[in-house]
C-alpha cells in the first residue's frame, strides 16, 4: 500500500485510503455487572486464543469511601490469586476547587515482587456521583516463556473531590499461564459499574 499524502486537505475529503489490513479487532468476552459485589472475577475466557486481553471500567462505584480499586492475576484457575508482581504507578491530580494539583511517581502503591492485590485506582469517592473509569491490558497471559505484562489507565472521583489521572503497569513474575483475573475494592463492596472483557485479534 501506498503512502498517502493529504496535502493540506481534510480527512473528510478523502476518498480513498486504500485497503488496510492486519491491524487487529476487538472481540466482546464477556461482561460482569457488579451489584453490592465483593469482587468480580473472570474464571473463563482468559486462554491461548488471543495475544492481549483488555478490560474496560465502567463507572465502578465502591461502597466504602475512599477504597481502593484494586486487581490479581491467578495460575490456578482462581484458587489462588497470588502471583509476585513487580509494579509501578503515576499519577496526575487537580481538584474542583482549582487549589491544588500534583503530577507525581507514587512509591507507596507499587510492588516489588508482591503477591498482593495491586492498586489501580486510590481513595475512590462513594458520593452518588463518583467512580472510576479505564482500561487495563494484560499481554500475552498464556506465554509458557515469558513473563505477563500489563498496562492500566483511567480516571477517578477521588475522595475529597479531586480528579486524578491513574497510570499502572508492571509484570506477573511467573512463565505459568494466568487463566483467571480478579477485581476488588480494598474495602467494601463494588457497589455498581460494569468490567468487560475482550480480546485482541
Not at 29 to 50: C, V
Not at 147 to 158: E, W
Amino acid at each position: 500500500m501506498a503512502l498517502i499524502k493529504l496535502n493540506d486537505r481534510a480527512v473528510k475529503d478523502v476518498t480513498q485510503f486504500g485497503s488496510i489490513s492486519s491491524l487487529g479487532s476487538l472481540t466482546h468476552i464477556s461482561t460482569a455487572t457488579a451489584s453490592s459485589s465483593a469482587s468480580i472475577e473472570f474464571t473463563s475466557g482468559i486462554d491461548s486464543t488471543y495475544k492481549e486481553y483488555v478490560f474496560y471500567f465502567v463507572n465502578i462505584h465502591p461502597a466504602t469511601d475512599t477504597a481502593d480499586f484494586t486487581f490479581n492475576v491467578s495460575i490456578d484457575s482462581g484458587s489462588n490469586y497470588n502471583v509476585a508482581k513487580t509494579t509501578t504507578q503515576f499519577r496526575a491530580v487537580h481538584n474542583e476547587s482549582d487549589t491544588a494539583t500534583s503530577l507525581a511517581y507514587e512509591g507507596d502503591t507499587d510492588l516489588a515482587q508482591g503477591t498482593g492485590f495491586q492498586i489501580l485506582f486510590p481513595f475512590v469517592g462513594s458520593d452518588n456521583d463518583q467512580s472510576c473509569s479505564g482500561y487495563l491490558h494484560l499481554f500475552n497471559p498464556s506465554s509458557t516463556t515469558y513473563v505477563k505484562h500489563f498496562i492500566c489507565m483511567g480516571n477517578r472521583s477521588q475522595a475529597g473531590d479531586y480528579t486524578a489521572n491513574d497510570f499502572t503497569a508492571g509484570y506477573g513474575n511467573t512463565v505459568n499461564p494466568i487463566d483467571a483475573v480478579k477485581f476488588q475494592f480494598s474495602s467494601g463492596n463494588i457497589d455498581a459499574g460494569q468490567i468487560l472483557l475482550f480480546g485482541v485479534n
